[in-house]
C-alpha cells in the first residue's frame, strides 16, 4: 500500500484515478478547494481534504504533504481568467512542487497536455495564458531533482475507459484518434505510479491499441 496525495481531486481524471489507486489498495487524500464536493470525493475511497491550492504556500502544502510517497497535480483553474489560470496552473503548481520537495515526497506525477511546451500559442489566442502556464510548470517540473512523470493526453472525452492508448510523442497521424476518455488518463497516471521506469519521462498519447503498461514502458 502506497500512501498518494491527489492535488485537484474533484475533477473528471482526478476522481476516476482516487477510485481506481483505492481499488488497488492504494491509500488517496484527495485535495480540492470546494467543501461542496466532499461527498462526491469520499465516495471514490479517498480521504477528502478541503484547500485552496491558490492560496496555500509552500510550507503550508509541505506539511499537508508530509508522510506521503507520491503526489499527483491534476488540479487547473478551468481557463477563462488568465490571472487565475496563472496562479493556479503555473504558481501554486510549482509551489507544490516546491513543496513536495521540502516534505521528502519526491515521487511526482504531473496532469499536462500533448504538445505542452513545444508549439508557439499566438499572443492573442484564448489559450495563451493556458500554453504558458502549463510550459512553464513542465519545465520547473523537469528541474526540480524530483522522481517525476509528465503524463500528456490529448484531447479529452467523456468515453469510458478501454485500458488501451496510443503513445503519440511524434505527433503519429497514422493513429485516427486525437483525444482519449479521461478514465484512461487516469489509468496512466496510475500506471506510472507503480513502474518506476516512467520517472523522467513525459508520456504523449491519444486513444489507442496499446494496452496501457505496455505501452508507458515502452514510452
Not at 476522481?15 to 469520499?42: I, K, M, Y
Not at 503526489?71 to 513536495?100: E, F, L
Not at 504558458?132 to 509528465?150: E, M, N, P, V
Amino acid at each position: 500500500m502506497r500512501k498518494i496525495a491527489i492535488i485537484g481531486g474533484h475533477g473528471k481524471v482526478a476522481l476516476h484515478l482516487a477510485r481506481q489507486l483505492s481499488e488497488r489498495g492504494d491509500e488517496v487524500t484527495s485535495f480540492f478547494r470546494n467543501p461542496d464536493h466532499s461527498a462526491d470525493v469520499s465516495e471514490t475511497g479517498a480521504k477528502a481534504v478541503v484547500l485552496d491550492i491558490e492560496q496555500a504556500d509552500v510550507d503550508s502544502l509541505a506539511q499537508v504533504l508530509s508522510g506521503h510517497d507520491a503526489v499527483v497535480w491534476s488540479a487547473g483553474a478551468g481557463g477563462g481568467n488568465p490571472d487565475r489560470t496563472r496562479a493556479v496552473d503555473r504558481d501554486a503548481a510549482i509551489a507544490s512542487m516546491d513543496a513536495a520537495a521540502k516534505a521528502g515526497v519526491f515521487r511526482y506525477v504531473m496532469v499536462s497536455y500533448r504538445g505542452a511546451g513545444k508549439d508557439e500559442t499566438p499572443a492573442d489566442s484564448p489559450f495563451k495564458a493556458y500554453a504558458d502556464a502549463k510550459a512553464a510548470a513542465d519545465a520547473h517540473l523537469r528541474s526540480s531533482g524530483l522522481q517525476w512523470t509528465i503524463v500528456a493526453p490529448g484531447g479529452l472525452d467523456l468515453e469510458p475507459g478501454v485500458g488501451t492508448i496510443h503513445v503519440d510523442r511524434d505527433y503519429d497521424r497514422s493513429n485516427d484518434k486525437t483525444s482519449v476518455s479521461r478514465e484512461d488518463v487516469a489509468a496512466v497516471v496510475a500506471a506510472t505510479l507503480a513502474d518506476e521506469t516512467t520517472i523522467g519521462s513525459t508520456i504523449e498519447f491519444v486513444g489507442g491499441g496499446t494496452p496501457i503498461a505496455e505501452a508507458i514502458t515502452a514510452s
